[in-house]
């Protein structure tokens, strides 16, 4: 079965730089969500989207920006890069309102490393 | 705001034996949903078992089963006949239900599981 895809895989940028992350979510899946998990942290959400309209926001920094295109796929950008940036950033997808399992998959996550 | 506890940073089961672990959350809601998620040195997020609030019946999937007890707010995972490949992180993630969409999920810290061979 398809899994959501995240490009890149890994990462390394220098601080004050833009790194920009893609997800293309499980085909027929309407939600794309971004999370942000820190060494030996949980995940944390960020902001999500909905049939190409951001739904929820979460502890998302002002420097970062997020859109879902007209092919369901989603950019995380990040602008002025901090080395507290520095995680595994996951891409998650569910469709909720056509199989009512409001299960999210996830990603295998794009590793930033800010230096 | 909804929180989940994990209570238990480590724990430790021989191979083939039976582990359990421990979930509270704690919530105003009465619709939403429960998850566990199996992270191994991958890092990979693996949804290992769900369960709805209102389902009063505990969720089973092969060799995972969990403890859903609402009114105590808690949610247990319990592992049966482990294997080596069950060692990993096991985060409990709450979803709350609105709209029928648009649920980010919250997470505990996590339970590192190791496998005795």
């Known amino acids: 079965a398809a899994g959501v895809i995240q490009s890149p895989r890994h990462l390394i940028k220098e601080k004050r730089e833009t790194a920009t992350l893609k997800c293309y979510p499980i085909p027929r899946h309407d939600t794309v969500y971004w999370y942000q998990q820190g060494p030996g942290q949980d995940p944390q959400f960020l902001i999500s989207f909905y049939e190409k309209m951001q739904s929820d926001k979460g502890s998302i920094p002002d420097r970062f920006s997020a859109q879902q295109f007209s092919d369901y796929h989603s950019e995380l950008n990040m602008s002025s890069l901090e080395l507290g940036d520095s995680a595994l950033y996951f891409c998650a997808s569910s469709a909720d309102r056509t199989t009512f399992s409001y299960e999210q998959y996830f990603g295998p996550g794009t590793r930033l490393t800010v230096t | 705001a909804q929180t989940v506890t994990q209570s238990q940073p480590e724990m430790s089961v021989q191979e083939a034996e039976t582990v359990t672990l421990s979930c509270t959350y704690d919530t105003s809601e009465s619709d939403y949903y429960l998850f566990w998620y199996k992270q191994p040195p991958s890092r990979q997020m693996i949804l290992v078992i769900r369960q709805e609030a209102y389902k009063q019946q505990n969720a089973t999937e092969n060799r995972f089963s969990v403890n859903f007890q609402k009114a105590a707010k808690s949610f247990s995972l319990k592992i049966s006949d482990s294997q080596l490949g069950d060692a990993a992180m096991y985060f409990c993630?709450?979803?709350?239900?609105?709209?029928?969409?648009?649920?980010?999920?919250?997470f505990g810290k996590g339970t590192k599981l190791s496998v005795k061979p």
């Open positions: 993630a709450y979803r709350i239900l609105y709209g029928g969409s648009q649920g980010n999920l919250i």
